[in-house]
């Protein structure tokens, strides 16, 4: 089957591959592999660049074999990569178990999010990638590999980024079935947020929040996630914000059915630790992203960077979200070594405008050592990424000794990575 019109998620990248695989079995999977002279993997598509793409095999991991099964002894879980967190919770909360954090969304593959350092928000949540405590990869020579958590290469191999083979089982870690609340929160003053980001930020379990930037002045929304068993009692405001008198969308204009229950009524940690519904579709659905991901200590003065810039991102943005994310060891989370603030955009799908507004941006946030998302636009080239990664070389080494012969490079990882 060729996908020569196939597109991502966003439709802002066509697929310059060939072929699309979809093996169902490990004996087809190792047949495309080692048949290919370049492969990659593809999970659910959501990335909104070139990350996942190939001039030769794109290997989607969705047929891949497989059962989730719940090891209650280790409080564990073992997963095919291909199943996307939403049908991966459903299955968890059945059985009274749960994940420490969730993406906004829930479509997406386990496999696809581990390998770009998908995050939540929270003070406590670290990156999706830092609950796997195993993996099974199959290397461009048709051999299955096994990590662990303490192997010497398991910390950069976890956000491979697809560099070091096609990723088949995960092991992620659990905890028990937890409540949470969702309350939405309007208009906190830009400054009074930002003298209070810290409390705002630990006010619950996982706290986001979004901005048009139309009014420089003013956080539109503040979402709290609020979990009974560990939060303090919700606040009556949040710094001046008072709370949303019906459910809300960040994006404005966008249904508030097509995300998670809100008004503080308590339910299931995978029905409102997410924004968007599974059955719906997530964000606007008409967008593309920008994300970044800055040490903590700089995230107030970052974020007066970027509102120094809102008059021209406004024009060009649907909304902006500023999440916290705590620090794994993972070689190239973005979030490795230090907690981090998440500075993401949801652009207006104006390619052309945004890509030329992106190296303002990135240039007004490189004084503070943001990491772009690596599922996401970004302009930062290949040089910038050798001083915001030290263990790069580490990783560009595990690289070379899992694929020597550089079956998984493509462009992307060339212009960023692998130059
Ligand atoms: C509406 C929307 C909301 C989003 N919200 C968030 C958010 O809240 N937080 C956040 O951090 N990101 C968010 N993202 C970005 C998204 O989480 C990432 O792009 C993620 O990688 C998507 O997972 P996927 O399964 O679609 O991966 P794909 O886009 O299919 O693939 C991404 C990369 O992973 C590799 N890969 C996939 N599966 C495997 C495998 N089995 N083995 C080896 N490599 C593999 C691919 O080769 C590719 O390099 C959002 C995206 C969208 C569209």
Redesign the pocket.
Known sequence: MTIDAGL???GNHRYTAGRLAAPTTIGELRAEVTAADHA?????????NA??D?EGT??S?AS?PGDILIDEATMRVHVP??V?YGELSRRLEAEGFALPA????P???????????????GDAAQ??AATVSGLE?MTADGDLRRLVRGDDDFAGAVV?????????R?TLDLEPTYQVEQRVYEGVPVDVALENLDAITSGATSVSLFTTWKNPDVIDQVWHKRRPDRDADAPATVFGAVPASGPRHPVPGNPAFACTTQLGEPGAWLDRL???RLDH?????T?I?S?YLVPRRHAVDALRAIRSLAGRIAPLLQVA?V?T?AADDLWLSPASGEDVV?L?F?WHPRTTEVLALLPTLEAALEPFEARP????VSTIGADRYAELYPRLPDFRDLVDRFDPHGV?H?A?LRATVLP
């Open positions: 991502n998620w966003a990659r993997a593809i999970g659910s598509r959501h990335s909104f990350l996942c190939t794109l290997i991991t891949l990569a291909g996307r969730m993406a906004s969304l479509h997406i593959s386990v496999g696809g999010a581990i390998a770009t350092g998908t995050h939540g928000s990156s999706l990869l491979s980024l697809g560099a070091l083979g096609i990723v088949t995960v997410p924004h968007f579709t997530p964000s606007s659905g967008e992203q994300e979200e999440r994310v998440a993401h949801t998302h690596w599922g996401k998984f493509n992307q």
